[in-house]
Structure formats: C-alpha cells, structure tokens
C-alpha cells in the first residue's frame, strides 16, 4: 500500500505541474498573440487569428515537467533519470514532428515533407526502444514480427500522428480525445510496470488540460497543426511501451481501442476517400466533426458527443487490458465494433460508401452486368 500510495503521488505531482506549466504557458501565448509585433511576424494566415501554437504548450511542458517532478521528487526521481536518456531521444523526435507542424502552422508545407518528417521521427521512436516485436492477439496467440516490426512500427507512429491531426477541426476536440487517450494509457501503463511510460503520459495529459480551458469553443488558442502532430507522436510512440506486457508482447488490441476515435475517423477518411477515387491524405470537410455540425451539433453538443465516444474506446481499452477473459474481451471489442457501426450508420457513411464510384461500379458488375458493359469506370 505504501509504495502504491508514493507511485500515486508521484503522478499527482506530474499531473499538478504539468498542468501549471500548460496554464502558464498558454496564458503567456495568449498575451503574446494580442502583440502587434507577434501578429505581423507569425500570423500569415489571417490578420487577428489567434495563434495555433498548441504544440508550443504541449512540447514545452512536456520536455519540463519529468525534469522538475524529478528535482522535487526523489521517487519520481529514481523513475524517470534511469530512463532520461531514452526520453531525450523520444525528446528529439517530437521536436522534429513539432517543427514541421510550427512551419505548416505559419506557411504551410508539403504533405511530402510532413510525411518524410513523421517517418524519420518513427525511425528515431524506434531506435530509442519503443518497438513492436511481439504482438499478443485477443484471443490468446502471438506473431513474433522480426524484422518486420520495423515497418509496423514507423507506419503506427505516422498513423496516429496523422489520425490526431485529421479530428483537429474544431475546438476541443483533439485535444479532449488526446487527454482520454493519455489518461487510459498511463493508467494500463502504470499497472504493467512502466511507471516512467506513465509519468510521462501524465505529463501530456496535464499539459491538455492546462490548454483545455483556452480552447473550449470558442476559443482563444488553437491546437493548430503544430499541436496536433504533438499529441499524436507522442501518443502513438508512449502507447507500444504502456500496452507492453511482462513477456515483451504488444497487446495490440489495446492501443487501438484507446485511440479508437482518431483511428476510426482516420480509416474512415481514407477509405471514402480512395472509392471516390480521391487521394486519401487530402483534406475534405466531412470528418466526424463536420456530420456532426450538418446534423445540428452545436460545438458544445459536438463537444460532448466525441468525448463520449473517446470514454466508451477508453473504457473498452481499460476492460481489455484488466479483464483476463477471452468471452468478456470478445464481448468488449463487439461492443467497440458495435459503437463504430452505430456511428456510420447515424452519420450517413453507410450510404455515402454504398454510393461511392468505386461501390457503385462494383454493384453494376455484380448485379447488372448487361446494363454496366461498356461504361467507362470513372
């Protein structure tokens, strides 16, 4: 009891200052932004929009917050300085993905560039240790990957990256879906004996909510690209070593339910994109979020809806993780199956996909083939 009450105050300091940090970083941002000296240098998009910068607050108070907690802390000390040289590289990385968000932020750069910088940032995650090599599968097997878990694991980090950087079109929404996110992780991580994955989890998480409030709509500070690419690198990176079990395995259906609404909206867009024969990365406006807005949700109502979705993925992912059942695992990832099905179908993705080029083209072959023959495929 003892040592689980010091671990417990070790994460109450974290969270604490991470979210003083985040505050005052936020606040100091929020000054700035009102300088006409910040807008002329950095505003390019727009004469008085404020600054999408999140990823100045979150990088920040990320990189200080294990540092400080370690000096007031000699517990989160013996933690975290074992582990200081890993964070530094995993440090490097997500300054990388964040500078390539701060310059899309100001002047936009190529999805060329954003996509080189997000694979280099997974091979430097991969370097500093956090790799897939064993995956545990729900129903009690395991893949041994090898080699290939060098792929599977760049192309995970890029994913969620991307993932978190797609739901960030309205305010608060990635940013509230990434506190969920980091709350479940740290907590599957801390009881799988990776209190630094954790700690640093936390640190995250205390930095979104000191943001948070300058962020509900309407906000006065934006996530921006910076932020997002933030959130999701270190999200997709810290959850391969919080989900690691005992025996070195990635139980991988647990990450993917913790993240299930960035990944469910990320597939989704991709997947609508390629049968309208559209190239998948681009931006549309009919995320989630957008449906959302045409079906009446105010951006509060919005709110609640997509964090109420981001609780059903972390309770599944946290069943998934304690529940040690193979019929309780099988009843929660229906239930997960079942939320996502639900929400195609009340958003109208399930006529949208029915309705796609590709879809369409398919049934007239299937069903008519008389009346398709001879019909250019689009």
Not at 32 to 52: A, H, K, Q, Y
Not at 141 to 151: A, Y
Request: aromatic share 12%; hydrophobic share 55%; charged share 10%.
């Amino acid at each position: 009891m003892g040592q689980h009450g010091s671990m417990l105050d070790i994460y109450f300091l974290t969270l604490a200052l991470s979210i003083g940090i985040g505050a005052v970083a936020s606040i100091l941002l929020l000054a700035l932004s009102r300088t006409e000296r910040f807008i002329g240098l950095f505003n390019v998009r727009g004469v008085g929009e404020r600054p999408r910068w999140g990823g100045v607050v979150f990088l920040a108070t990320f990189a200080l917050t294990p540092f400080i907690a370690s000096a007031l802390s000699g517990h989160a000390s013996e933690f975290f300085s074992p582990k200081s040289g890993s964070f530094l590289g995993l440090l490097a990385a997500t300054a990388l993905v964040f500078l390539v968000g701060f310059l899309d932020d100001v002047r936009l750069t190529s999805p060329q560039v954003r996509m080189v910088v997000f694979i280099t940032g997974g091979v430097a995650a991969y370097a500093a240790g956090y790799r897939m090599d064993d995956i545990g599968l729900p129903w009690g097997q395991s893949i041994h990957l090898g080699w290939f878990g060098f792929f599977v694991t760049v192309f995970w980090i890029v994913a969620v990256t991307n993932a978190f950087n797609f739901i960030d079109g309205r305010d608060g929404v990635a940013l509230g879906v990434a506190i969920f996110a980091c709350a479940t992780m740290a907590q599957i991580g801390a009881h799988s004996a990776h209190p630094t994955v954790a700690l640093l989890l936390v640190a995250l998480a205390g930095a979104g909510l000191g943001f948070l409030p300058f962020n509900l709509p309407p906000a006065s500070l934006y996530v921006g690209d910076s932020g997002a690419y933030v959130l999701g690198f270190v999200l997709g990176t810290l959850s391969v070593r919080a989900s690691t079990g005992p025996t070195d395995q990635i139980f991988i259906a647990v990450p993917i339910v913790a993240l299930g609404y960035p990944i469910f909206d990320l597939v989704l867009a991709a997947v609508r994109r390629m049968l309208q024969h559209k190239h998948p990365m681009i931006g549309d406006q009919d995320h989630m979020h957008h449906r959302l807005e045409v079906l009446g949700a105010g951006p509060r109502g919005m709110l609640v809806i997509i964090w109420g979705l981001a609780a059903i993925f972390s309770t599944g992912a946290i069943l998934l993780h304690y529940l040690n059942n193979t019929m309780i695992e099988a009843a929660t990832l229906a239930a997960v199956v079942a939320t996502a099905a639900a929400v195609l179908f009340r958003l109208g993705y399930i006529v949208t996909i029915w309705n796609s080029h590709s879809i369409v083209w398919l049934r007239q072959r299937l069903f008519a083939p008389d009346a398709a023959q001879g019909q250019p495929h689009d």
